[in-house]
């Protein structure tokens, strides 16, 4: 199934994110993390692509196992250390194994060649569009309620994200953020921009301190000073600090759908007992089918 059609629903949807192995003898581990996290009936699982290695052929393994869970997948496809041969490949192997559901992205640049190489990409924006010419994909794309690192300012970046809308891309998803205000800000911003598609809300459950060191030095995201509080009291005790991380990831998405966000997307970081404890917690506001 199609990822727009999902987010047409008038519903709460709750989706998950996991990651392929670096190594195929782990394949078959991966593909069980899935199939746990695909127990708890989220409305789509997507799984992050790895532009360099093996990892990005395992993205579409993995995939596939997801939709033969009876989970809609979705893909990732960053485009930016690829060759258009190789993308155009892995695009073929999608639509091959009936995974409808693509996630564009540029990718980070590579620093150990001198970008632009020939018939490399620069932006999403190309594959977007090279995606929509190949077949009848669902084209998500991501986008950064802070604003994209590399951007002068946001509004230069709502630019830019109006056009990759305009190109192709049925949804967005946002970038972690851990302050609600700021996602609200930016929906805001988006509409004045004509962004009229649908945003799901990217959230992170950080359930030990050094991830919130690795995501500020990553991403540069604010964290808000009731977050760090949380870390500064229960960082040196991992159990606590990781019912503490699920609690503020729960408070999160119970607010958003409070004020109408009917669109959550919980980078799970393969851990199905961490997407298990969110979901627990809004079992009477998140009615899942059955099965």
């Known amino acids: 199934m199609k990822v727009s059609e999902i987010l047409k629903k008038n519903e709460v949807t709750i989706s998950c994110e996991i990651f392929p192995p670096k190594q195929g003898a782990q394949l078959q581990n991966y593909k069980a993390i899935a199939a746990e996290i695909a127990k708890l009936k989220p409305a789509y699982i997507s799984c992050t692509y790895g532009a360099t290695g093996g990892t990005s052929d395992y993205t579409v393994e993995i995939a596939d196992a997801i939709n033969s869970y009876g989970v809609p997948a979705i893909a990732h496809l960053t485009c930016v250390s690829s060759t258009r041969e190789k993308v155009h490949t892995v695009i073929h192997e999608l639509k091959e194994r009936g995974i409808e559901n693509i996630l564009a992205l540029r990718g980070d640049i590579p620093t150990n060649t ?32 802070e604003g994209h690192p590399e951007a002068a300012n946001m509004n230069e970046d709502l630019d830019h994200l109006k056009e990759k809308v305009d190109a192709g891309c049925e949804y967005l998803t946002t970038q972690m953020f851990f302050d609600n205000n700021i996602y609200y800000r930016f929906l805001y911003k988006a509409l004045a921009k004509g962004i009229d598609v649908p945003v799901t809300a990217g959230i992170m459950p950080v359930t030990n301190a050094a991830q919130v060191k690795r995501t500020i030095s990553l991403t540069g995201n604010l964290v808000p000073a009731k977050f760090l509080s949380i870390v500064d009291r229960f960082g040196d005790n991992p159990a606590a600090m990781k019912q503490a991380g699920i609690a503020y990831a729960t408070e999160q998405i119970i607010d958003l759908i409070a004020n109408g966000v009917n669109h959550i997307h919980i980078y799970s970081m393969n851990k199905p007992d961490v997407a298990a404890a969110i979901m627990n917690n809004l079992s009477q506001i998140y009615v899942r089918e059955q099965a």
Not at 117 to 145: S, V, W
Request: charged share 25%.
């Open 114 to 145: 001198d970008f632009p190489l020939p018939d490399q990409y620069h932006h999403a924006i190309e594959l977007i569009r090279e995606i929509k010419e190949a077949g009848d994909f669902c084209i998500g794309g991501a986008c950064y309620p």
